[in-house]
Every structure is written in structure tokens, then in C-alpha cells.
């Protein structure tokens, strides 16, 4: 992944925005990422498939439901926090 520095992204905008649509390009601040550009056509797919997998756990939720698989909310809420469902 390419990679600037902010100034550098402010500076070479026009660029940056190239080589977005051939790779996304990483955007540092003091050294650190703070944003990365993609082309419009990435972040599309990207949000199709967020879609996908939103469909996909609500259509596994609702078969849950159906064969009875169902946890009281205080589980629920520990298996959450403990990032099963990232």
C-alpha cells in the first residue's frame, strides 16, 4: 500500500487520487495512519459486502430463533463483549 504523509496528500491531491484507484494509499499524520483512500469502486464492494454479512448473520439469527437455539441477555451480552460476534 502506498503511503503519505498528510502534507504530502494535501500537497499532491491530484496523485493521490490516482493511485487511489489503482491501490489504496495509507495517510499518516506525525507519523501514525490516520485514514486510508480508496477508489469509489473499492468502497462500493466494500459496502456490499458489509451487507452481505448483515444478511447473512440476520438470516442465521432468524434459524436460530426457528430451531429454539436462544441464550438468555447476560450471556448474550458477555459472548459480545468477548468479540464473538466480530
Known amino acids: 500500500m502506498n503511503a503519505l504523509s ?5 500537497t499532491h491531491f ?5 493511485k487511489a484507484q489503482r491501490a489504496p494509499v495509507q495517510i499518516n ?3 501514525k495512519p490516520v485514514a486510508v483512500v480508496i477508489s469509489a469502486e473499492d468502497y ?3 459496502d456490499e459486502l458489509k451487507l452481505q454479512l448483515l ?3 440476520m438470516a442465521q439469527a432468524k434459524a436460530d430463533i426457528a ?10 451480552f458477555d459472548e459480545l463483549e468477548s468479540g464473538k460476534y466480530d
Open 44 to 46: 462500493q464492494s466494500i
Open 55 to 57: 444478511q447473512a448473520r
Open 67 to 76: 430451531a429454539g437455539n436462544l441464550i438468555d441477555g447476560e450471556s448474550f
Open 6 to 10: 498528510a502534507n504530502e496528500a494535501k
Open 14 to 18: 491530484g496523485d493521490m487520487l490516482l
Open 29 to 31: 499524520k506525525n507519523g
